[in-house]
């Protein structure tokens, strides 16, 4: 797909509600909101695209996936990661979740051992292919990095960040030398100014200390997940790490819809816990239909659902940490309904957030301002009052249906 280095044309979204509930209009010039005034006061020499019955919100990001395996769990054996087949793969991935929301993404991909760097070079190929629709962002994930096991690893991670690896991760958990590892990326972050994102279960306190205390004033920034072992350790420390968490402004990035394939122990870290010690608490998919969640839909609306509805978390903090959170995780600016801020958005049917959430359907997306994906489902009969008759179906009434603000 060529890449739409222009600026999109003028677009007017039109009579969109607001989480506080206001029905406005949205004007877009180029990347940008160039205005925002109340229902029916804007207009526009370029397309207008009639939201009433939809909120709008920021666009979600995705920040925790895995590209070089997703949707490989239906396959019932080992996966090829030849570069072809993980381009294929990842580009399929990077659509699904655009269509849920995800204007960007970053994806975690093995590299060294018998696969080399293939992998990497077909998620790399994606994000090329993408560029104007979705931002595909690679993190390289070596094993080993210690010792003489780790030379060929250190080796490869090398070669992932001069062949366009965004990001440096890595399971230190996994090495026989844990801080070593943690050592020897951060250097090599701090050398290549990149963000370094790391997969670790977090049930290790004293580890995760160290890890914080070497993170401080490491300024590309350091993303932790899905630390889902901080649930399980007593609450006094589990206060204690997440404070150490917080003066060392690392972001969790936590994974409410499961596991992923570099880490296989499930759960959520104490979320509540974590946002109240003031750490940046970002949720992602993790598995997108690979072995370790072969139903995992890659949904940033669902991840803040199970936030909302199994951590007890407020639906707007719950999609904050698939957006605002997830955003600034990735380094990405931030966004709100308001001039001057970028155009990344979603419109999603509903009344308030938690129905949103709730029901999660018709989902429009802008990306750099554009409408770059529309999803729809079966309860596209709600406005529409024929079908819901044929159907014997009730409709449902909104606030603002009707000729003064419904379709």
Known sequence: MPENTGDAPPLLLGGARL??????????????????GTAGSLTTRGTRLDLRGHLLLPAPAEPHAHADTALTGPQGGPPSHGAEDVRRRATEAALLQLGHGATALRAHVRVGG????????????????????TELTAVAVPRLLTGVA??????????????????????????PDPAGYAETVLALAADRGRPVDLHTDGEAPARLARLAAMAKGFRPGLCLGPCAGLSRLPRDEAARTADRLAAAAVTVVCLPQGGCSCAGIRGTPPVGLLRAAGVRVAAGSGALRDASNPVGRGDPLEAAYLLASQEGIAPGSAYDAVSGAARAALGLPGVRVEAGFPAELLAVRG????????????????????????????????????????????????ADSGSGGGP
Not at 19 to 36: F, K, P, Q
Not at 120 to 133: F, Q, Y
């Open 114 to 133: 018998a696969q080399g760097l293939a992998a990497l070079e077909g998620v790399l190929a994606a994000s090329r292919s993408l560029r104007g629709l």
């Open 150 to 175: 780790g030379a060929d690893g250190l080796a490869a991670l090398r070669d992932a960040v001069d062949m366009g690896a965004g990001v440096i991760g890595g399971r230190p958990d996994l090495d």
């Open 19 to 36: 989480t506080d509930g206001r029905l406005v209009d949205v004007r877009i010039a180029g990347r940008h909101i160039e205005a925002v």
């Open 351 to 398: 009344d308030d957030l938690a129905g949103a959430l709730s029901l999660a359907y018709s989902r429009i997306v802008v990306h750099r301002g554009r409408v770059v994906a529309r999803t729809s489902a079966v309860r596209e009969y709600l406005d529409s009052g024929a079908a819901a008759a044929a159907l014997g179906l009730p409709r449902q009434g909104r």
